[in-house]
């Protein structure tokens, strides 16, 4: 096995590991933290609120920089290589990166604090669960690519 298999590797695992920790925290958040922190008095559960997103604030920061990284390098160095001439597999990566730009964008005004996004924040509830939804479409179509494999 050559270096450049380990870094390949590696950066396939860092991007998986990336969704799996952050599309798992956005269920979690949505699903079991949301409803029970609804339960406490107002000014509790916007106190947890403020602290939850405090902390949950670095890891998507975090995430979504090292999706950039290693989904660039995965797309450019790794798989457009294998699939030079293949619409369909750039079509739907091409998909696959304007959505994950969109979750981007929507996770970091979630966790944001400009007052531009306040009203976003005021829905979040809808706003995770749209996250939810279009991650796990990022995922769908992730899949394709891999099971399809490269056209002959």
Known sequence: MQL?????????WLHISTAIVLVGGMVFIRFVLNPNAEQLPP??????RE???AGWRKFVRAGILLFLLTGFYNYIAVA???????????????????LAFGVFFLAEALVGRSAAF????????MWLM????VAFVIVAISSVLRVRGVAV
């Open 4 to 12: 450049i298999d380990l870094v390949n590797y590696a950066s396939r």
């Open 43 to 48: 000014s509790e559960h916007d106190r947890l």
């Open 51 to 53: 602290l939850v997103t």
């Open 80 to 98: 457009a290589p294998k699939h030079h001439g293949d619409g369909l597999y750039h079509a739907l990566m091409g998909t696959k990166i304007i």
């Open 118 to 125: 306040a009203r976003l924040r005021e829905q979040r509830k």
């Open 130 to 133: 749209v996250l939810i939804l």
